[in-house]
């Protein structure tokens, strides 16, 4: 399969296969960047792998204690709590 074809599969089971009519745009290489744009990518790598050693090191986090359940309300936006909801 090439890159201008996309795969489908439906619930029946049969894949279909159809051909994209617009083709992503080539991405360039990263010795083709400009230097600061070089510079960025190699401080950004950087900082992801300074984050995940972080991670690494703290360990997991402790186990929520008498905690809600469903969603997490903060990334919704708002609370519920004995049927009364206040949006923040």
């Known amino acids: 399969m090439s890159g201008d074809e996309i795969t489908v599969a439906t619930t029946d089971g049969v894949s ?5 009519t617009t083709a992503e745009p080539a991405r360039p290489r990263f010795e083709d960047l400009p230097p ?6 190699k401080e950004a ?4 792998q ?3 050693a972080a991670r690494a ?4 986090r402790p186990k929520e204690i008498q905690g809600r359940d469903g969603p997490e309300p903060v990334r919704y936006g708002d609370w519920e709590r004995k049927g ?3 949006d923040f």
């Not at 279909?16 to 994209?20: A, G, L």
């Not at 600061?36 to 990518?41: I, N, S």
């Open 57 to 60: 090191a703290a360990g997991p």
């Open 84 to 86: 009364i909801i206040s």
């Open 16 to 20: 279909t296969t159809t051909q994209s």
């Open 45 to 48: 790598e950087e900082r992801r």
């Open 50 to 52: 300074a984050a995940d």
């Open 36 to 41: 600061p744009a070089q510079r960025a990518l």
